[in-house]
């Protein structure tokens, strides 16, 4: 069940959702490759569970003898899908908008629910509804595009199959997650994520060492203020106020993200492209209250 809200909780999600929405305009911005971004915020979302995380996991053991090979399987596929999700919408935010970017790839709930209606369970009419909304959102914002540059479209497609990577972290984190606890859970995915991504940045001859003060420093804000404080915050609010209140606060990330652009990069989005994010977020609120179960238990 969840509790009252107090004062306190507010500002925890109200903290953990300006850090969140710092990453997209710092990480669009820095010199740094978006490549280099996304291996060292979650290289350090990593480092910062792995305490608790090896703790856990040693008490399991202990306790509960190994992880099952469908737990394996599930954390594994996590850090592959979580790896593609920054892959795709860091570099996202060089070729379209802010706005238009942190829009389309929090449509992660719409992804979800076509997963599971592909998988035969039913979908409530009010989250058709919201389904139908959010798309609307999502042709205005990259029919807007599409008319501005081609560049801005393909940021728009990256964004948006960042979040179809997201929903299929979230829904294989649900299968890790039944024998794993949050700290260890996120050890090993935020691991995977990291070495798959270093991977790829080796391969491709993306530099990840070199930069001047500013840049570390800019990347230092990504990985602090989104990776370890937003993200750590977040997951405390769930535990009082529930997987569906913080999952709508975190919709506030695409008008918070766009403020701090424009307030800081002087980055006005395309004029209709406003009404179209607020679309997008209109229709995941429906979607995600129309999906809320009678007792939430912490995520």
Do not use: K
């Amino acid at each position: 069940m969840t509790r009252r809200l107090g004062a306190l909780d507010l500002v925890v999600i109200a903290v953990g959702v300006l850090g969140v929405s710092v990453a997209a305009p710092v990480a669009g911005a820095t010199a740094a490759p978006a490549l280099a971004v996304a291996f060292w915020r979650t290289f350090a979302g990593a480092l910062f569970y792995l305490p608790a995380g090896l703790a856990h996991l040693r008490r399991r053991l202990r306790e509960h003898g190994p992880l099952s090979r469908s737990a394996v399987t599930a954390v594994c596929w996590s850090g592959v899908l979580l790896s593609l999700h920054f892959m795709l919408w860091i570099p996202s935010l060089r070729l379209t908008s802010v706005t238009a970017s942190t829009a389309l790839v929090t449509t992660t709930p719409l992804w979800v629910v076509l997963v599971q209606r592909l998988r035969g369970r039913p979908v409530p009419t009010r989250v058709v509804v919201g389904v139908l909304v959010a798309f609307a959102g999502v042709l205005t914002i990259t029919g807007v595009d599409a008319t501005v540059s081609t560049t801005a479209l393909l940021g728009d497609a990256m964004a948006l199959a960042g979040g179809a990577a997201a929903a299929g972290y979230s829904l294989t984190a649900e299968a890790a997650r039944r024998e794993m606890s949050t700290s260890s859970y996120s050890t090993v995915a935020n691991g995977v994520c990291a070495a798959l991504t270093l991977a790829v940045c080796l391969s491709l001859g993306v530099p990840l060492l070199g930069f001047d003060t500013v840049t570390w420093a800019e990347v230092a804000v990504v990985a602090v203020a989104s990776q370890i404080v937003g993200h750590a915050l977040l997951n405390r609010a769930i535990l009082r106020a529930g997987a569906t209140t913080v999952t709508l606060a975190i919709l506030l990330e695409t008008p918070t993200a766009s403020l701090i652009a424009w307030l800081w990069l002087g980055e006005v989005p395309p004029l209709l492209v406003v009404p179209g994010a607020v679309l997008v977020l209109a229709g995941l609120a429906v979607v995600v209250r129309s999906r809320r179960q009678p007792t939430e238990s912490p995520a």
